[in-house]
């Protein structure tokens, strides 16, 4: 397949491209380079340095014989976009170009406002290019487990069946978004499931889980492609390096805490640190989404696909980490912080998640092996952490302050 990327410099676009090259697809994709921008105002930057994307570029084709076409622009602009998409001609369009922080959106009005202008106006640009030049295209939209919040009663996979007052009906399941980012995800999935059922477009919707993990096994070097590569002491292709984000704005509580332990500060879950959410390894997210292409809807066809491996209590996830740094001989400490958002710190979780487990998704289970390769690699690089530590203490409150968080008392 042909199968174009929106936001492929990004976390999940680099490491998707690798992916799916290494399955025998054709890749290209477009970025404007934001990601890198917002995390440089934050203050922070990638704990793992990552190459310019020329470089990346140029390692991606040599490890894989074949070049990735990218298109450097903005997709709020529908005409570049509309151009590119027309260029490349995909089978399938990976939907993650979006501003995908909470804390971010939280901000101000500005970058509430920015948000949603950015993230909607992506989305629609994409629905109708696809609607007038490629409707028989399928997207993946990337959605989050988010925009259902934490209801005190099972989480399906798009719609269920509800009765009021003696009727019967299937809906939408409620979303109950946590932030103003997740509100523009809520209104994304309202936009493409109308453009579905309007003008016939086939689209996967993934609710994702929090996503962890510094590596692939694409990324690593193999004498047999080229002596041309430069791998790290990991074995990795460094230009082949996905971002990994500890900042308290784009980087994620698991993210953070090991982070957290290898430059030896306490490890800090939010409040009573009792939230559940729905985790996967980042080796385990690759084989989803390519499963989710490698197997399209329906013309027509709106469906849902809860994506993670398992649910963990953000407490579970903090002594995970404390265990993998005992490994490397960390000795690493909780201590909780007060808790910037609003948010319920104790409650039900339960999410269905079987129609990629009935796809062929074989989950790794894997947890402590892959916190062990994170603290490894960030442990490489620990000095870029500490050189940026005082942005791991989040500022951001959803009460619409700006100050410091401090320790639980």
Avoid at 10 to 15: F, H, K, M, P, R
Avoid at 95 to 117: C, N, Q, R
Avoid at 174 to 183: A, D, E, K, L, V
Wanted: net charge negative; hydrophobic share 35%.
């Amino acid at each position: 397949m042909r199968i174009f990327i929106a936001g492929i410099d990004g976390y999940l676009g680099w490491t998707l491209a690798l992916y799916l090259a290494n399955r025998g697809h054709d890749v290209g994709g477009a970025d404007l380079g934001l990601r890198r921008q917002w995390v440089e105002e934050m203050g922070s930057h990638s704990a793992i340095p990552i190459a310019g994307m020329e470089k990346r570029l140029n390692a991606f084709k040599v490890k894989f014989g074949k070049r990735l076409k990218f298109y450097k622009g903005d997709l709020t602009d529908y005409v570049f976009l509309s151009e590119s998409l027309h260029d490349f001609k995909p089978d399938a369009i990976v939907h993650l170009g979006e501003m995908p922080s909470a804390p971010y959106s939280m901000i101000d009005v500005h970058h509430a406002t920015w948000t949603h202008t950015n993230n909607l106006n992506g989305t629609l640009n994409m629905l109708f290019a696809m609607r007038d030049h490629f409707p028989d295209c399928h997207l993946l939209k990337l959605g989050t487990m988010g925009e259902f919040g934490t209801p005190n009663v099972v989480i399906p996979e798009g719609d269920f069946e509800v009765e009021y007052r003696g009727r019967k009906d299937k809906l939408p399941f409620p979303r109950q978004p946590g932030s103003y980012y997740h509100c523009t995800k809520v209104h994304d999935s309202v936009n493409v499931r109308s453009a579905c059922k309007w003008w016939g477009l086939r689209s996967t919707d993934v609710m994702q889980g929090v996503v962890y993990g510094t590596r692939i096994n694409e990324m690593f070097w193999d004498s047999a492609v080229s002596e041309d590569l430069v791998a790290d002491d990991a074995g990795i292709v460094a230009d082949l390096r996905t971002r990994f984000d500890f900042d308290a704005t784009f980087g994620t509580a698991i993210n953070r805490f090991c982070a957290q332990a290898v430059i030896g500060v306490p490890i800090t879950p939010y409040g009573k640190g009792h939230q559940r959410r729905g985790f996967l390894p980042l080796q385990d997210s690759m084989q989803c989404l390519t499963l989710a292409l490698e197997n399209p809807p329906e013309k027509g066809e709106y469906r849902v696909f809860n994506q993670f491996e398992e649910v963990y209590d953000v407490t579970q996830l903090a002594e995970a980490v404390v265990f993998a740094a005992k490994k490397r001989g960390i000795e690493a400490k909780v201590r909780n912080m007060c808790n910037p958002r609003m948010e319920a710190e104790k409650h039900y979780y339960n999410p269905d998640h079987q129609r990629l487990l009935d796809l062929g998704y074989k989950p790794t289970g894997d947890m402590h092996g892959e916190l062990t390769g994170m603290v490894d690699d960030l442990y490489m690089h620990r000095s870029r952490i500490e050189a940026k530590s005082e942005t791991l203490v989040p500022d951001v409150r959803w009460d619409g302050s700006r100050e410091k968080m401090d320790y639980v008392k």
